[in-house]
DNA sequence: GCAAAAGTGTTGTCAGTACACCCATGT
DNA sequence: ACATGGGTGTACTGACAACACTTTTGC
């Protein structure tokens, strides 16, 4: 991307009248999207984490984020930042939780960032991080080692957003790969909400919201009962939400 | 405010490496805050508008909303607008929802607004009102007129943020005087969510939580059964707050 | 007395919880 | 055979919805 693509387009046309400032004066900000991207590796909720390569906190773990292009909607750039660092092309879950402003938050200047939480699941970033390997993290979200910036209120309020989405919201499937059992995805709940949940009652809530697709297909070489696969059930997903049914868990 | 607290302060330490960019290209964002108030008058939810005093959009209906200077706090700004629009100092809440920035949504240039919703009760709004009588209007959420920017859409944001919240703190009082009747709690209950709900149970569920101070007193000059008046126990709904209590309706 | 709204009580339903039990597979 | 997790059934309970009823005021 070349300077040409970057122009200063100072405006003039207007003037903030009240207080007889020209409104150049208030175009000085810096703008920038954190992302906080969860994934479920282990059976446990994680967040990913780099090693940022530029200054200012050179060297130190942060959240994947990027300065927005003056041309750039923050949704593009959130997507593309995810798209560097794992190569996903369409990211299923990407939500905006918070914005960060706080006047000395970033030592270069005025910068603002605008939070976003993502959802990746297992085939998508099992291959992909090797290419970043040395300077990539998954950390459990208990174990967060110290963060640049303002990063660790960030993580706090994507986790709590996630959790307040996640009551509401089939999101716990994105974090699934196609095809799981049941008990992926309780564990997925579990992680997310920190419990325990009765195996009995889950089973019975999830396959009774008719969400899930049972597959004919059931796991192979377990040292127990196999079991069987389910897939979500996009289309009676939107067939339901249309008659104003809602995911409750 | 004089020109001299307005520094221009573009930074030039530090570069952005990867593209060869100079840093200070990534400075030249305006910044602002939008106020959607909620107000309860008539029985009705309402919002506060305003005619816009400056330009762009001068002469039509908007949010109440500002520049962010260069050294001030993200709330800071938000409860600026809202107390040179009524005189309010302490604002009972005020609660960011979501930051809007595409590219094209200001006519000046590349400017962010950072959407927040504020409840205010009638011992407030009513007197200041007046002062700005001619330009400051209370709209029913369910007649919006043509809004300047992308208003609307911060509105319907805002609302949903509002029922969300609701459901899960006791905000609903904030939108109440300092003393009130049961009815007057669930009429702002049932506008905020447009629905009707059976008086004997909401009454029922309200006393229970023990969130309610029954005072001595009673209604007068009506023509009916004078109802008992109540008001928010803010002490017992910080010890319930602190044993995981949940207000949920 | 009557209208109007305050305030109380009763009943049935349904969803969630706890928990016990059977099933299929690898070693 | 047995350990392990998959999968099913039952009984209890407590919250909530629906609705009928009594009470207190002004006119």
Redesign the interface.
Known sequence: ?S?KE?P????S??H??????P?????????SVDCVVFGCLENTLKVMLVER????FKGQWALPGD????????STAAERVLRDLTGIQDIPTME?T??Y???DRHP???V?T?GHYALVNPDIYNPHASSWADNIHWVDIEELPGLAFDHQEIIEDALEALR?DARKKPIGFDLLPEKFTLNDLQIIYESIFSTKLDKGNFRKRMLNMGLLKALEETQENVAHRPARLYSFDTQSYETLKAKDFSFEI
Chains 1, 2 share one sequence.
């Not at 200063?8 to 405006?11: A, D, G, S, V, W």
């Not at 903030?16 to 400032?21: A, K």
């Open positions: 991307m300077e970057f200063l387009h100072i405006p046309k207007y903030v009248s009240y207080y007889q400032i409104i150049e004066r208030f175009f000085q900000f810096g703008f390569g530029v200054q200012p300065l927005v292009y003056p041309n750039e909607e923050i905006q918070k914005t402003g706080k006047v270069v200047g005025r603002l605008v307040t």
